[in-house]
């Protein structure tokens, strides 16, 4: 896998990003296929020093531009070592060096293959799915779902390679380069959250590659709780997602109004003003 770059991008994370490259390493992965990129956190200088010590590929960014500015630097110095498939993780994801080689067998023998993930479990319940893909649903306003989500994956039946989504879930998102050349690079605008979506319904609606999960192997996450940070950009860039692909503006700013209303009347004005900045921007900002 001499072509393979496996990137992760830390904000604060230092802790869960050594965790997974020294967990890559003692796996006899390649120091120069992984790829760590600091977005400007208070970790960077230790990222650095780790960096330096473990001999991989790091980059410090001069500010936070988000998991699509964060993970483009990567890929392009990634495209100069001549690297031609990415494999972008986040630093709280668990992932064997097998699981690695597998999603990568995956995109050399399938020819019209462009995304691929593998399932997505829970690090504290390994049984139990997270994601085997993403669905989008633009009649309710890109509401997003991932199939088989909370389910026990003894229970499921599923086809070996879920061809059945809109989006690969960018938590654990490998990709070729080719696609790249054909529809450019994820829209750093949306700073955080539906990057991932957006650029995959790029690839389904503007060229002939597939997207697929392999549900015959695992990755595995951990839950962390939502707040008004997420909030905003869910609900921000689920409106741009509309405007672009002529979604549901209606029903997501109904929805949106609703929550706002709610976090209101129980005191919650963080979340309430998340909401109401998220309807607001999303809305009237320029594209």
Known sequence: MT???????????????????????SQNCQEKSIYVVDNNSLDK???AKFGSQK????????????????????????????????????????IDISTIETLYRDLQEKKDLGVVGPRICYRNDKNKIYSDGGLLHPEKGFVGEHVHFNANKLKVQSLSYNYNIDYVDGSVFMFRKEILDEIGFMNEKFFMYYEESEWCLRVLRKTQWKLA??????????????GSFYEYYMTRNRFWLCRLYKGNIKYVKKERWKLARKAFKRGDFSLAKAYVRGIMDGIYSKL
């Open 45 to 47: 200088d230790k990222i």
């Open 55 to 94: 001999g991989i590929n790091f980059i410090i960014s001069d500010k936070n531009g988000g998991y699509a500015h964060g993970n483009s630097l990567a890929i392009k110095q990634a495209i100069k070592d001549e690297k031609k498939i990415f494999l972008l993780l986040n630093p709280d994801i668990d």
């Open 213 to 226: 999960v392999n549900t015959n192997i695992s990755a595995f996450n951990i839950y962390s709780e939502k």
């Open 3 to 25: 072509d393979l770059a496996i990137i992760i991008l830390n904000y604060n994370s230092f802790e869960d990003t050594t965790r997974g490259v020294n967990a890559l390493l």
